[in-house]
């Protein structure tokens, strides 16, 4: 009869298995969003050089700011001299806090009627007595670079047809890295956490149009880890910091992180760090891939906010469209 091991052995034989595979096991790839950030926007001056030359248009940026936050200021500031960098002409309208609804519409009323203003974004959110949904409403959709209009979804969502003028820019941003980082989404699993008009339902919508099968989770969500456990996709989205833990995750999946959030910590200077809706040292145990935060989807966002620039100031003069999907998707055309 076969002699068992005592306890104690059988725990050392485990815990020197864990210690040889766990040492051979490499911690997931990082989506590097400021190299690929970087890129885009050299082939989008390339692009802005290439359309002054041939067809005399300048893409044109204009962006409404209303009121003085500071993180507002500091993004604008941001927009414009990427916009300079690769080769834009840039506009800034900034309003008083106590501007009225009327006041910022009639800006917006100006822009549009503009013919060197390919792009208009107004900076949100608004002052509290300003209706952001009528002010958005009020650009016209050729010249709508957030792609926030119902036009633009709709053709987003919709299966063949006309595709949408512009794509909002952090689900492109999203879709950017994917793709720039050799990840197939057609036949996979995607769990989407966040089901906002500005990042998860058109997020949603486009890994739906690339073939991934997509789960949407927000607040009421039940059994929320296991939905997430059978993603080869994550995109976190929820604005909650570090929610998603490392067991949440499927082994060899892909993380992109959209959340950015303060958490205090007292050995920086200004007292908080920032974090996003994943623990990060967590999932790059398991994952394959993952975005950091910060350095992941944030410098994307502003990228794809110039390659929509450049894609209506195309469109303006009849040229053809910049596809964002790059395999095939369900809609009749790409992009």
């Known amino acids: 009869m076969a002699k068992c091991l005592p306890l104690t052995a059988l725990r ?3 815990a020197s298995l864990a210690a040889l595979f766990g040492s ?9 969003g400021k190299a690929i950030a970087a890129k885009v926007r050299e082939e989008i001056k390339e692009l802005t050089t290439q359309l002054k030359a041939e067809h005399g248009v300048t893409p044109g940026l204009a962006v409404v700011l209303v009121g003085s936050r500071k993180d507002s200021q500091s993004y604008v500031r941001s927009k414009k001299k990427m916009a300079e960098e690769v080769g834009f002409h840039s ?3 900034t309003l008083p806090e106590t501007a009225s609804e009327a006041d910022v519409m009639q800006e917006v009323a100006k822009l549009n009627a503009d013919k060197s203003i390919h792009a208009i974004l107004v900076q949100l959110p608004l002052p509290e007595h300003v209706n952001e949904a009528a002010v958005l409403a009020s650009i016209a959709v050729e010249k709508d670079v957030d792609g ?11 299966r063949g047809g006309t595709p949408p003028l512009a794509i909002p820019c952090t689900p492109a941003g999203c879709i950017e890295l994917l793709q720039r980082s050799n ?6 699993d995607a769990v989407v956490l966040g089901r906002s008009n500005i990042v998860g339902m058109p997020v949603a919508a486009l890994l739906q149009s690339m073939n991934a099968t997509v789960t949407v989770c927000h607040s009421r969500t039940k059994d929320l880890k296991e939905k997430v456990r059978r993603a080869d996709i994550v995109i976190a989205a ?4 570090e929610i998603v833990k490392g067991d949440w995750l499927k082994p060899g999946c892909v993380v992109i992180d959209v959340g950015i959030n303060a958490v205090d910590d007292s050995t920086k200077k200004l007292g908080h760090r920032l974090v996003g809706d994943v623990a990060f040292n967590e999932a790059r145990a398991v994952a394959s891939k993952i975005t950091p935060v910060p350095g992941g989807v944030g410098p994307m966002t502003i990228a794809m906010l110039l390659r929509n620039t450049i894609g209506l100031a195309r469109h303006s003069i009849g040229l053809s469209r910049m596809p964002l999907r790059h395999s095939a998707s369900y809609n009749k055309f790409e992009g």
């Open 238 to 241: 929820l604005g909650k910091a």
């Open 183 to 188: 990840v197939k989404v057609s036949g996979l």
């Open 148 to 158: 926030f209009s119902a036009e633009n979804i709709g053709n987003l969502c919709l």
């Open 91 to 93: 506009v800034d309208i």
């Open 12 to 14: 050392a034989a485990a």
């Open 24 to 32: 051979k096991r490499k911690k997931a790839e990082l989506i590097d």
